[in-house]
């Protein structure tokens, strides 16, 4: 099961999916006590960052 969750005021939801042994209400709340200043959850956002390196990287060679 998922929830959408507006992260701030005029921005779009963030998906927050319930994981093994979880349920959406605890999804929820580590979606709202991980955010900072953006819309998008620090650890999604710092998992996001390597992998838009790498696929920079991957395109500078071709």
Do not use: N
């Amino acid at each position: 099961m998922a929830a959408w969750v507006w992260t701030s005021p005029g921005s779009g939801p963030v998906v927050a999916h319930a994981g093994w042994r979880t349920d959406s209400a605890a999804a929820v709340e580590v979606v709202m006590r991980s955010r900072g200043r953006w819309r998008t959850p620090e650890p999604l956002r710092r998992a996001r960052s390597p992998a838009r390196e790498a696929r920079s990287a991957a395109r500078a060679i071709r």
